[in-house]
């Protein structure tokens, strides 16, 4: 069953643009984790923020956690055609098993 | 250093057979998770292993299994394959799995198709 649910399912923008996908969650968590996965590849790893952070940044991207609403965004600044794939929000409970639950994705398409 | 590998990379199976996918993790990773990735139900936790010891199960049917050995290597196996067993399986490893944030690091996956 997924923890997280990402928002929107698919985003198609111009090249420059700003990207921002949402992801929400049900349970208390340890921490969250976003992922790429570029079509048919493994997922690479982007950033991983803890419950007791709010925000992080990794180059064009950025991440905010927000704990009382359970929900996190990562934001792509100035996105690049290279930046098209698939971007998962995962989760790790708290107090539970420490094995991420990813959500379903969302599918970026950037337009050159 | 290198990546998790994963071999092979596609294979088509027929309903009925049984598969064996292989994974080796990043040099000195002890952890080694895998999971299924479909359409419908997109990436699916399977089991993980730690020591050779599986550590973590999710919710499989028996007819999927998997090891470990000692050099952290590890394979999944699925029996009497089934049209909807057709998916990326993906392996990961992470350096010592007990620590909730660990990164984990996936392969490029294994595409099996079953016909």
């Known amino acids: 069953s997924q923890q997280g649910e990402e928002d929107p399912q698919a985003l198609s923008i111009q090249e420059g643009e700003n990207a921002t996908m949402n992801c929400s969650y049900k349970t208390s968590i340890n921490n969250l984790q976003w992922y790429r996965q570029n079509s048919g590849r493994g997922l690479v790893h982007l950033i991983l923020i803890r419950s007791n952070e709010r925000e992080k940044h990794s180059g064009r991207l950025r991440v905010t956690l927000d704990t009382s609403k359970k929900s996190s965004s990562l934001l792509i600044t100035a996105s690049r055609a290279a930046d098209t794939a698939s971007y998962f929000c995962?989760?790790?409970?708290?107090?539970?098993?420490?094995?991420?639950?990813f959500g379903r994705g969302t599918s970026l398409i950037v337009h050159p | 250093k290198a990546g998790v590998t994963q071999t092979p990379r596609y294979l088509i199976k027929t309903r009925g057979q049984q598969v064996t996918l292989s994974c080796s993790p990043i040099?000195?990773?002890?952890?080694v998770s895998w999971y299924q990735q479909t359409p419908g139900q997109g990436l699916q936790f399977l089991f993980e292993?730690?020591?050779?010891?599986?550590?973590n199960k999710g919710n499989f049917p028996g007819r999927f299994s998997g090891r470990q050995f000692s050099n952290s290597r590890s394979e999944m196996n699925v029996s009497t394959l089934e049209l909807g067993d057709s998916a990326l399986y993906l392996c990961a490893s992470s350096g010592a799995g007990t620590t909730t944030g660990n990164t984990i690091y996936f392969g490029e996956g294994s595409w099996l198709t079953v016909v």
């Open positions: 040099s000195g990773h002890r952890s």
């Open positions: 292993y730690f020591s050779e010891t599986q550590r």
């Open positions: 995962a989760t790790v409970t708290s107090g539970g098993s420490y094995i991420p639950t």
